[in-house]
Antibody, heavy 118, light 112 residues
Framework: EVQLVESGGGLVQPGGSLRLSCVGS????????MSWVRQAPGKGLERVANIKTDGGEQYYVGSVRGRFTISRDNAKNSLYLQMNSLRDEDTAVYYC???????????WGQGTPVIVSS | DVVMTQSPLSLPVTLGQPASISCRSS???????????MNWIQQRPGHSPRRLIYKVSSRDSGVPDRFSGSGSGTDFTLKISRVEAEDVGVYFCMQATHWPWTFGQGTKVEIK
């Protein structure tokens, strides 16, 4: 069974940092592009970042570019999101997910909440 | 960024009756590789989102065949042939042709 389990969310002050982690199981993690997607309270979905299978390419939405860094460790079946200079508008549930466009292989974690507030 | 515009934003439906959601993109979703990366995402209350449809009309594993997707270019549709109680939730269209991949605002499906 494919599983993605996020951790690392919590309450942080504006300007602070947080590192999210996601561990995958039940599939060959290193074979798939991965993503972070977020959902602000009562709002829609926003793709935050994508990362290629080997970590060699990363893509960011404009609002987080320069502040967030997506990375992965395939030996640990893990995906990360380093979030710096956090703002109120970064408050959301952050989901780790596979990012496969061409195949019936789409899995999401349960989400981890990030609250940016003083 | 590509803007995805859904309609309606609220859709009351009768159990057993069909339902349809439209999505229009601000530019063509045909990729240079010839594919059209148009997806439909379902989010049931209290659950993580789940992709139902990818590449306009292909169903993900385990998705009931009452869900179907269609369209081309900039205009797309998700149809539910006969709505069941478990279909209640919010449905998002999402394009994965142009970075950043963007979502529609969501359509809330509820039972009348």
């Amino acid at each position: 069974e494919v599983q993605l389990v996020e951790s690392g969310g919590g309450l942080v002050q504006p300007g602070g940092s947080l590192r999210l982690s996601c561990v995958g199981s039940g599939f060959t993690f290193g074979n798939y592009w991965m993503s972070w997607v977020r959902q602000a309270p009562g709002k829609g979905l926003e793709r935050v970042a994508n990362i290629k299978t080997d970590g060699g390419e990363q893509y960011y939405v404009g609002s987080v570019r320069g502040r967030f860094t997506i990375s992965r460790d395939n030996a640990k079946n893990s995906l990360y999101l380093q979030m710096n200079s956090l703002r109120d508008e970064d408050t959301a549930v952050y989901y780790c997910k596979t990012a496969v466009r061409q195949l019936p292989f789409d899995y999401w974690g349960q989400g981890t909440p990030v609250i940016v507030s003083s | 960024d590509v803007v995805m515009t859904q309609s309606p934003l609220s859709l009351p439906v009768t159990l057993g009756q069909p339902a349809s959601i439209s999505c229009r993109s601000s530019q063509s979703l045909v990729h240079s590789d010839g594919n059209t990366y148009m997806n439909w995402i379902q989010q049931r209350p209290g659950h993580s989102p789940r992709r139902l449809i990818y590449k306009v009309s292909s169903r993900d594993s385990g998705v009931p065949d009452r869900f179907s997707g269609s369209g081309s270019g900039t205009d797309f549709t998700l149809k539910i042939s006969r709505v069941e109680a478990e279909d209640v939730g919010v449905y998002f269209c999402m394009q994965a042709t142009h970075w950043p991949w963007t979502f529609g605002q969501g359509t809330k499906v509820e039972i009348k």
